[in-house]
């Protein structure tokens, strides 16, 4: 099976850098994701990690260490537009994803 | 515009009904999902097809039964609700099982009372 675990809620203010955690076991790897999905709204893709080391995407970046089970999503210049849940999604042996219960990130003036 | 659509956006239904919900892509992606969303926001598959055969099904009552007529749809068939069965149902596709991001459509909110 798997387990995925990342915080429920976190808080920053507009223009500070925050960082949303994800630890996860699974048997067998074969990717992480990240997800942004706003209130009432589909998630969509922010980023994809299968080897470990960081992977940057403009305001964006995620890093992964394979070793450690272990990754993180890093939001730079946070916007009041980045407020939504961040999901953290890992594809194992079944190649299919399984999500974390996701973050819940609220950016404040 | 390529996209994931599902229909219908909303449903609202009573308790022993049976209804399904449509999805179709046309982004030419062979692998497909429904994923559950509970009202803690918690996104959960349920079944994956890939170019129309079913590869996953998770543990899910027997009256959520999926139809793939071809690899752009994939629907999804409820007998009997139960209040339990609300939540949000999201179609997704992918170009291939694995390593390929999602692509969500936008949800369907089904509400039994």
């Known amino acids: 099976g798997q387990n995925i675990d990342q915080p429920t809620e976190m808080t920053a203010t507009e223009g500070a850098i925050v960082q949303i955690n994800c630890t996860y076991q699974?048997?067998?790897?074969?990717?992480l994701f990240w997800y942004q999905q706003h209130a009432g709204e589909a998630p969509t893709f922010l980023s994809y990690?299968?080897?470990?080391g960081l992977e940057e995407k403009g305001r964006f970046s995620s890093f992964l260490s394979r070793s450690k089970g272990y990754s993180y999503l890093l939001l730079k210049e946070l916007q009041m537009k980045d407020s939504a849940s961040y999901l953290c999604a890992v594809t194992g042996g079944s190649y299919i994803p399984t999500f974390g219960r996701g973050t819940s990130l609220i950016v404040h003036p | 515009d390529t996209a994931v659509s599902q229909t219908p956006k909303y449903l609202v239904t009573q308790m022993g009904n049976d209804k399904s919900i449509k999805c179709e892509q046309n982004?030419?992606?062979?692998?497909m999902y429904w994923y559950k969303q509970d009202s803690k926001k918690f996104l959960k598959i349920m079944f994956s097809y890939n170019n129309k055969e079913l590869i996953i099904n998770e543990t899910v009552p027997n009256r959520f039964s999926p139809k793939s007529p071809d690899k752009a749809h994939l629907n999804l068939h409820i007998n009997s609700l139960e209040l339990g069965d609300s939540a949000v149902y999201f179609c997704?596709?992918?170009?291939?099982?694995?390593?390929?991001?999602?692509?969500f459509g936008n949800g369907t909110r089904l509400t039994v009372t």
């Open positions: 997704a596709s992918s170009q291939r099982v694995g390593n390929s991001p999602l692509h």
């Open positions: 982004l030419g992606h062979d692998t």
């Open positions: 699974t048997s067998g790897f074969n990717g």
């Open positions: 990690n299968v080897l470990d």
